[in-house]
């Protein structure tokens, strides 16, 4: 499966001791990209689960779509 997410960010965070979860005293970083609370992993990832492989899908406003094709646009 591919997934598009859209980020804002435009360079690294550093982490530091206060980014360890106090319960499991670890750093969980997302990988999927839908994180709310990117760049740490809030479980979102869980509605990936069943994700078809060969499928783009795009996550907006809460919602998953699998698309055909993507297109962009350069506003230059
Ligand atoms: S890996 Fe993205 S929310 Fe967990």
Do not use: W
């Amino acid at each position: 499966m591919t997934r598009l997410v859209e980020l804002e960010a435009t360079g690294p965070r550093k982490l530091d001791p206060s980014d360890i979860d106090g319960e499991k005293g670890d750093v969980a970083i997302c990988q999927c990209g839908l994180s709310e609370s990117f760049p740490f992993c809030d479980g979102s990832h869980r509605r990936t689960e069943d994700e078809e492989p060969e499928t783009t899908y795009v996550y907006e406003d809460g919602e998953r779509n699998a698309v055909d094709r993507v297109v962009t646009v350069d506003d230059e």
